[in-house]
């Protein structure tokens, strides 16, 4: 594989992996737990994972060991399996998110009246 589409693939695990720690619910009671605590170094990793850019900075990091680890061949195969499942999710949301964009029969709730009047919106077959 190219070193271009590699590392084009790194910054789209970097990106997942950075979303994930910073905006999913998984984290949560992580971030609860760094938040009360009066431990300096814990509330420093508080601030840290809730800047996603502050985290994707360490992140990234990773990923350029990981990178690396690729590349000289010493990266453990399930490891690789996991971070390839990572960037095909990560990617898989960004085409479905096109195709919800480009997709014409699509309608939001937003377009939906809340009174439950929907007679006035027509499909398109």
């Known amino acids: 594989m190219s070193l271009f589409i590699v ?8 990106e997942a ?8 619910d998984l984290f949560l009671p992580l971030h609860k737990i760094l938040f009360e605590s009066n431990n300096k170094i ?7 994972i809730e800047c996603p850019y502050c985290t994707s900075v360490w ?5 350029a060991l990981i990178l690396y680890l690729y590349y000289i061949k010493a ?10 499942g990572v960037i095909v999710h990560r990617l898989s949301n960004i085409v479905h998110c096109l195709i919800d964009r480009i997709d014409s029969n699509h ?5 939906l009246n809340i009174e439950g009047q929907k007679n006035d919106i027509e499909y398109k077959n």
Request: proline share 2%; hydrophobic share 60%.
């Open 7 to 14: 590392f084009t693939l790194t910054i789209v695990l970097a």
């Open 17 to 24: 992996i950075t979303n994930v720690i910073s905006k999913s």
């Open 42 to 48: 814990l509330k420093f990793c508080h601030t840290i």
């Open 59 to 63: 992140v990234g990091l990773f990923c």
């Open 75 to 84: 990266l453990p195969l399930l490891l690789a399996l996991f971070f390839m």
């Open 107 to 111: 309608i939001s709730l937003k377009q």
